[in-house]
């Protein structure tokens, strides 16, 4: 018979098998039942690596996992040290929670809201961490495709809100400063204590205009980083020499849904060459010319990459869901040359179809939030208005789009993005 301590660590192995073995939808609440074992919490919060594919998904306390903003995990995320762990805390409906937050050495971040840890069980949680994430980035490598036109197509509206938002309240502000800073105005206190206000006012729009282009946009040096850190795992016990070139390190920042599509691609091909012996080395570039990024890589094989091969139809899948274009050549002496080109700006809906819907710029917004998958729940709270409401705009959507279901509004709504 095992001691209690031999007992105890099988019980936790197999418990950490299943979770590497669980679907996507499963896995948060197996890692919630394996981690309890270590730290007691009320909810658990799961970030991919790239946002875009792995998205967030958590267990628990429902007013935590759906209430902790996509800004702040972004926040923890570019903190944190890779491999790291730290205590904090969050505010979640205008209330701090108190947090153990945990970010594995891929980039995936884990945060337990009301940690009770178990002395020194800090260290334990992070390799457990560590170890999950790696299912976690495999998860969202193994997605359809599709998200990542749902992605495309809701960034754009994103930004083009947010900039339309952006110039209206800045040039309201600026007239309001103009005015008050006019000679013909008598009392200079009043006129002095307003100025301070609205100038503070135009810190505060610019700053969280900041936050959110961070969170939508990476550097292209920083995604291809990422890449050569996704790809390290890959290849260390496999006898494959891999060759990066450096992009331009002024190059334009990359979409989020790029960046991650991006990256998937790779790590796909590299999946796909590791399992042909005769190829030893490959080389992968990325550049950008300001309107594309450019990825090229080739390898030095004796033949060219089938056409069949599953990673290759997969890469052509999430190639084409980005609209962008992928070119296939075998060379003579140095095996198999693949050119990648997908567009940095997202196809933007005609001005004729935006005109047609008749949508306000309210009913918009929430349009873009429904087909990136939002709940009515959580549109409310990244608008800053009630449920009720939101209720409201989606009916005044349903009836101007001529459709019943969230699906139907999704559906007109990527239609009129797709490219010509």
């Known amino acids: 018979m095992p001691d209690g301590g031999q007992a105890c660590t099988e019980h936790v192995l197999r418990d950490l098998a299943a979770v590497v073995a669980a679907p996507a939808e499963a896995l948060p609440e197996l890692l919630a039942a394996l981690l309890r074992v270590f730290v007691e919490h009320d909810a658990i919060v799961l970030l991919g690596a790239d946002a875009a594919g792995g998205r967030r998904r958590g267990a ?38 108190p947090t153990l937050e945990v970010l594995s ?8 809201a009301r940690p009770r840890l178990q002395s020194g069980a800090e260290e334990t949680v992070a390799q457990l961490w560590n170890v999950v994430a790696l299912r976690v980035q495999q998860l969202a490598d193994e997605a359809p495709p599709d998200y990542l036109q749902l992605a495309r197509a809701a960034s754009g509206v994103r930004m083009e809100v947010l900039t339309d938002l952006a110039d209206e309240y800045s040039t309201t502000l600026e007239s309001v400063l103009a005015v008050l800073r006019s000679s013909g105005l008598d009392d200079r206190a009043a006129r002095t204590a307003a100025t301070g206000v609205a100038a503070e006012g135009m810190v505060q729009l610019r700053t969280a205009s900041d936050r959110v282009r961070t969170f939508t946009e990476e550097p292209v040096v920083s995604a291809f980083a990422r890449l050569r850190e ?77 056409d069949a091969a599953t990673q290759l139809q997969l890469a052509r899948q999430r190639i084409h869901a980005l609209d962008g274009t992928i070119s296939v050549e075998a060379t003579r002496g140095w095996g198999t040359q693949l050119s990648i080109v997908i567009p940095l700006d997202p196809p933007h809906p005609s001005a004729a179809a ?43 959507v349903y009836r101007k789009l001529g459709v019943q279901t969230r699906a139907g509004a999704t559906a007109v709504f990527l239609a009129a993005h797709a490219p010509v």
Do not use: Y
């Open 230 to 306: 996704d790809l390290r795992p890959l290849v260390r016990f496999r006898d494959l020499d891999v060759q990066f070139v450096e992009p331009p390190v002024d190059g334009r920042p990359l979409p989020s849904e790029v960046a991650h599509g991006a990256r998937a691609v790779v790590r796909g091909l590299i999946l796909a060459l590791i399992d042909r012996p005769e190829v030893t080395r490959v080389r992968v570039q990325w550049g950008c010319d300001g309107t594309n990024l450019l990825i090229d890589m080739r390898d030095d094989g004796p033949r060219e990459l089938s």
């Open 354 to 396: 935006v005109a047609g819907w008749g949508l306000r710029p309210r009913e918009l917004e929430v349009l873009q939030l429904l087909a990136n998958g939002r709940r009515n729940r959580v549109i409310a709270g990244e608008l800053g208005i009630s449920e009720n409401t939101v209720k409201f705009h989606v009916a005044g």
């Open 105 to 112: 050495r891929n980039g995936a971040l884990l945060v337990i």
């Open 60 to 97: 628990g306390d429902p007013a935590f996992v759906e209430g902790v903003p996509f800004l702040d995990l972004d926040d923890l995320r570019r903190t944190l040290k890779p491999g790291g762990f730290r205590g904090g805390s969050l505010i979640v409906g205008g209330m701090p929670v």
